[in-house]
Every structure is written in structure tokens, then in C-alpha cells.
């Protein structure tokens, strides 16, 4: 087991590895031509781009690269690189955060970017006004203070471990616009009337078709982007969008279904492909405010009567593998000693038996009072893999009785239904935040619309032990703490966990500069370049 420091020690080494090979690459780079367009298939559009009212990890992918954060997450989840700030430190008891500002960069409408523009985010953030769904991470940040116009201070309550990244979280927001519409509207504003910093800014977005950015030439990295204009092709259905990336409508594509895998790589020489392990795991979730799954020994047999491995077999095609915790392997955190639920339906019949679940009148189905147990399970139109997934697991659950009845909706009205707790069941998934606290997804405090925890999941002694795991700067200390926060909850079993996948990125291979890690697949956009011109 490492611990923290060897593990940032192992991380700059990766930097330095990076900024190297970035050297030696230059003179290719410095070819590197402005123009071209990017089209990039998505399966869903996104639910809003402001970034202080979207909870849809797809939108955060496009608005960072119109917004710009303090610092850039590397891959190692560990250590930052410069962004908007240039430099940052701690003083000596590491309460207080100082990062150094860029000069010289300026909003889409002309305006400096400031120091005062920090100091105005963070206070829209706490403000429970503006119902930012990451208000939890600014916790023991109890002020922000402008030192000059380019200097601004964090002053935090205590020391931990992941201070650098809570004061990060977050893209930094216009002031004047802050002040002129209020904290509590702020979240409503359309990205159409937000001005950005980032490399791109917005073109235009026609709702279900798609999404265009293109450059934007007062970016700070001079030069930068290479691409004139990046299009998000919205396609909700993954058997057209893999049609259309085949014959080079689109460009590229994130999670290519795993069965075409083998066929791009030996067929389509034009493609490459991007694979390696992601923080990405499926799931179907129990509504615990449902009666009928509202016991953990109900949610166990359950999982016990879905065959996980056929599931990760039949669908993936060996891309992914079963999992079995809140985290996934890529997080320092996990723990690999959870043994999987087997799948048993004899069992699994038994324990709903004991609940009070028999077939009372002999046509195959299970009740209770009366009552067939029988439910919704949910999932988003035009996801084949989720629609295979729902399938199987309607004919295994029909094998111990139990009736699911299969919806599927379009992505932004499958969203509202689950955000809302307007559900049974569903069959979801989440790439996970590169920072060891379970708290945004499982703590009793974030269930509601405004929380991430959707399936009303409340466990004290979960909340309490990862919160003291989450504060420890000693990581030797911390994984036993957030191992067994991990084994209670696989427990509890508020989620059947399914697996947990192996990126499946394509992208034509026209399109230079291109590097892609855990974090997005556009993380370095700014950098990818056309070879040959084609605009």
C-alpha cells in the first residue's frame, strides 16, 4: 500500500514523463495548423451547460472547455497543473491556499478575468441559494479573500488531504454577471447568455441535433485550439451513431459497443482505438423509498437472482468485470477483498419468502398483501447496451417470481424522472469523482433532487466513517476506514453493482494530438489537430 506522498511522488513522475514527451514532440506540433472541424457522436444531449444547476457528467465534459477551473486535474488524480492559476501554495499550517492568476485573460464580452471573479464563485457555491449540487466540497472552505487583482486566497477550517482539489472544483464564473442576476437565478441562466473563457466558446445549440463550439481566439494558450469548430452530433440511437461513425459522418466516439470492438480494429484502419480502465461502473438502483425495496435483504435477493457474469459476458464482450464497490479499482481507495454476491435463485427465493413474497395463487408470480411484486425498471432510449441489460435482468427476476415492467425514456426525461425520485428502479451508471469520499452519491445528506444519492440510500455509521476516512491526511490510515465503508454498503446493496468498464473510444485517425485518459475524452481538446487540412 503506498501512501499519499509516494503516490504524489509517483504522479509528478508520470507529469514529468508527459511534459517530456511533449518536448520532444514539439517540432510536429509547431505543423500543427489552425482549421478543421471535429464531429463528435453523443448518444444524449446534454440536460444544460450552466455549471451551477447540470448534474450530467457528459455537459461537465463540454462546459470545461468553455470554462476555465483554478488548476487541471492530471490522470493521476492526485496533483494539478496550471490553468487559470499559474501558481498556488499553502501557507506553513496549510489553512490557507493562495493561487497566483493569469493576467491578461478575458471573458467572451471583453472583461478581465479577476481575482474578484474567484471570490464571487465561491460565494455563489456556499450560498445554498444557488443549489449547487457540489456545495458539499467547499465544507471546511470558510472564506475566500482577494489580495490584489490576480492574487486570491482560500482560508480553510482544517487540514486534509484533498484541499487543493475542493477549492478547484468548480469553474470559475463571471462576477458581473453574478451580481447582476443574483445567486438564486444565476443556476437558470442558458449557456447561450453566460460569456467563457475557455478555449471554446459556444456556437450554437439546437436542442436534440446538436451542439457547436468553435475557437475562441482570445483563449490564453495562443495558438490554441487548432480546431476552428468542434460539432457534438446528437444521435440516440448507438447503432446509428456507430453507422455513421463507420462511414465517417462522425469522427469519433465515446463507449463503442463492445461487441463492434473487434470489428473496427480489423476493418477500419481509419479508426483508432482508445482503451484503458475507466472510473465508470453500471448498476441497477433500488428506489428505497419504494415499500417494496426498502429492505436490504429484499435489494440482496435481488442481486442474487441476476446472473452479474452472463450480464458482463453476453453484453461486454470482456470489457468489463464485475464490481463490487462504490469505488473503482483506478481509486486508491478500493477495496478488492469484497466478495461478489453468487447468483443463487434457489437463495435468492428463500430470503423473499422470509420477507413475506410467495406465489399465493399459483401463476408464477410472487406477492405480498395481495400485491404482485411487480415494478417499473427504467433505463434511456437509444442505449442498446442498458436495453440489453434490462432485458436479461426482466427474464432473470421473472425466474424467481418477481414482474419488472421495462421503460425506456429520452435521456433528459429519463433524468428528471430519476433526479426526482419519480421511480422504481433503473439501470444507470456513474463515472465516479476522482476524490476518496463517498459522501456526494451515499451520504443521507445528499439524497433529494439536488443530490447525486438517487436512490434515497441512509446509512449513519456510512456517513460517519467516511467522513473520517475523507478528513485523514495519512492514507495508510484512511483505506481500512474506506474499506469497511465499502463492505456496508455492498451489504446494504442499495445498488445491484454490475460492472465496471474499460474505456471503448474511437477516433479517426486524421485528428493528431489526441490523448485521452480517465478524466474525459475531450480533457485536451485544445490540442487535437486535423493532418490533413480537411475542414
Not at 158 to 180: C, E, F, S, T
Request: hydrophobic share 40%; charged share 25%.
Amino acid at each position: 500500500m503506498m501512501r499519499m506522498d509516494t503516490m504524489r511522488r509517483t504522479g509528478l513522475c508520470l507529469v514529468l514523463a508527459a511534459l517530456l514527451a511533449a518536448t520532444f514532440g514539439c517540432a510536429k506540433k509547431d505543423r500543427a495548423a489552425q482549421g478543421g472541424t471535429l464531429v463528435a457522436g453523443e448518444i444524449n444531449d446534454y440536460e444544460g451547460l450552466n455549471p451551477m444547476s447540470t448534474t450530467d457528467a457528459h455537459a461537465r465534459d463540454v462546459y470545461n472547455l468553455l470554462f476555465l477551473s483554478l488548476l487541471d486535474e492530471n490522470p493521476d488524480f492526485l496533483t494539478f497543473s496550471p490553468r487559470l492559476a499559474e501558481s498556488w501554495e499553502f501557507s506553513p499550517d496549510r489553512l490557507d491556499l493562495t493561487f497566483h492568476l493569469r493576467k491578461h485573460v478575458s471573458w467572451s464580452d471583453g472583461t478581465s478575468v479577476t481575482a474578484r471573479d474567484v471570490a464571487a464563485t465561491f460565494a455563489a457555491q456556499k450560498d445554498t441559494l444557488t443549489l449547487w449540487a457540489g456545495r458539499h466540497l467547499k465544507e471546511h472552505i470558510d472564506s475566500v479573500t482577494v489580495r490584489d487583482e490576480y492574487t486570491v486566497v482560500y482560508h480553510f477550517n482544517r487540514a486534509y488531504p484533498y484541499q487543493v482539489m475542493d477549492a478547484n472544483d468548480g469553474p470559475i464564473m463571471p462576477k458581473h454577471v453574478l451580481d447582476r442576476v443574483g445567486h438564486a437565478a444565476f443556476g437558470k441562466i442558458p449557456i447561450e447568455q453566460l460569456p467563457t473563457d475557455g478555449p471554446f466558446r459556444l456556437g450554437s445549440w439546437v436542442k436534440g441535433q446538436a451542439l457547436t463550439l468553435i475557437r475562441y481566439d482570445g483563449y490564453y494558450e495562443k495558438g490554441k485550439p487548432y480546431l476552428e469548430k468542434v460539432i457534438f452530433k446528437i444521435i440516440p440511437d448507438q447503432v446509428t451513431l456507430l453507422t455513421q461513425l463507420k462511414s465517417g459522418e462522425i469522427n469519433c466516439m465515446e463507449a463503442v459497443p463492445p461487441g463492434e470492438m473487434d470489428d473496427i480494429g480489423k476493418n477500419h484502419p481509419e479508426l483508432a482505438i482508445y482503451t484503458f480502465p475507466t472510473r465508470t461502473y453500471h448498476y441497477i438502483g433500488w428506489n428505497a423509498a419504494r415499500p417494496l425495496f426498502a429492505s436490504p435483504r429484499v435489494r440482496r435477493a435481488l442481486t442474487m437472482a441476476i446472473d452479474r457474469s452472463l450480464i458482463n459476458e453476453n453484453v461486454y464482450y470482456g470489457f468489463a468485470q464485475e464490481c463490487t464497490s462504490p469505488f473503482p479499482p483506478i481509486i486508491w481507495a478500493y477495496n478488492p477483498n469484497i466478495k461478489a454476491i453468487p447468483y443463487d435463485t434457489a437463495g435468492a427465493r428463500r430470503i423473499l419468502a422470509e420477507e413475506g413474497f410467495r406465489d399465493v395463487n399459483g401463476d408464477g408470480w410472487l406477492e405480498k398483501n395481495g400485491k404482485r411484486f411487480e415494478f417499473e425498471l427504467l433505463t434511456q432510449y437509444g442505449n442498446q447496451l442498458r436495453s440489453d441489460v434490462q432485458v436479461m435482468v426482466q427474464d432473470m427476476l421473472r425466474k424467481v417470481g418477481v414482474k419488472a415492467d421495462l421503460v425506456t425514456l429520452e435521456w433528459t426525461v429519463f433524468l428528471e424522472r430519476v433526479k426526482s425520485g419519480n421511480y422504481d428502479s433503473q439501470v444507470g451508471a456513474w463515472r465516479v469523482g476522482t476524490k476518496a469520499d463517498l459522501a456526494p452519491i451515499w451520504s443521507c445528506e445528499a439524497r433529494g433532487p439536488e443530490g447525486y444519492n438517487r436512490v434515497n440510500y441512509c446509512n449513519p455509521l456510512v456517513d460517519s466513517l467516511n467522513a473520517a476516512a475523507a478528513g485523514m491526511l495519512d492514507s495508510e490510515k484512511a483505506k481500512p476506514i474506506f474499506c469497511r465503508v465499502q463492505e456496508l454498503i455492498y451489504d446494504d446493496q442499495p445498488y445491484t453493482f454490475l460492472n465496471v468498464q474499460r474505456a471503448r473510444n474511437v477516433v479517426d485517425v486524421r485528428f493528431k494530438g489526441v490523448r485521452q485518459d480517465a478524466i474525459s475524452m475531450y480533457h485536451y481538446l485544445q490540442d487535437w489537430w486535423v493532418s490533413d487540412g480537411k475542414k
